[in-house]
């Protein structure tokens, strides 16, 4: 009797599912003529205006480089290092936030403005524990540029430490 009725209930499921999928709806078109012209136009207008707005708020970021060599270390060093940049635009450079490309890479840098035609500089600190060999990460900065995303990068060689850690731990 269980059998017939398990049987039942998944004979009725497939009925279903099987009905459902051979019904099909016709799609709805959506013609740009079912709009008035009126409301694209201001929709337009309104994203030109945010882009303009946008524009007249942005300034520009200069590095001296484009990748930036941190030397050699051995493993297990906090390397520390101060990149500089210039603030190429007309307006003050505001930098919102910074992150290095992974944990290893942190970011520290001034909240105040960068004046336009002033220096700024943004401090690295780079923790070599467990990077042996060639590395070359990233800083991605985050200002009121154009682009509103900078890419620094860095190359740094990682030796070997003489004392050998314990796998364990």
């Known amino acids: 009797m269980k059998k017939w009725i398990f049987r039942g209930i998944v004979f009725f499921t497939f009925a279903v599912l099987f009905t459902q999928c051979r019904t099909k709806e016709k799609p709805t078109e959506v013609t740009i003529e079912k709009f008035p012209q009126s409301s694209l136009d201001s929709t337009q207008k309104s994203e030109e205006q945010l882009e303009e707005e946008r524009l007249k708020t942005i300034t520009s970021i200069k590095f001296d480089k484009e990748v930036y060599d941190f030397g050699t270390c051995i493993e297990g060093d906090t390397v520390r290092n101060t990149i ?33 035609g002033q220096k700024g500089k943004i401090d690295i600190e780079f923790n070599s524990d467990r990077r042996v060999g060639a590395n070359t990460k990233s800083v991605m900065i985050q200002a009121n540029t154009n682009p509103p995303i900078t890419v620094v990068n860095f190359s740094i060689n990682v030796k070997e430490s003489k004392k050998k850690k314990s796998s364990w731990f």
């Not at 307006?91 to 909240?111: E, F």
């Open 84 to 116: 500089e940049f210039v603030n190429t635009g007309k307006l003050p450079l505001v930098i919102d936030q910074a992150y290095g490309s992974c944990g290893c890479t942190v970011p520290k840098y001034a909240k105040e403005p960068v004046q336009p």
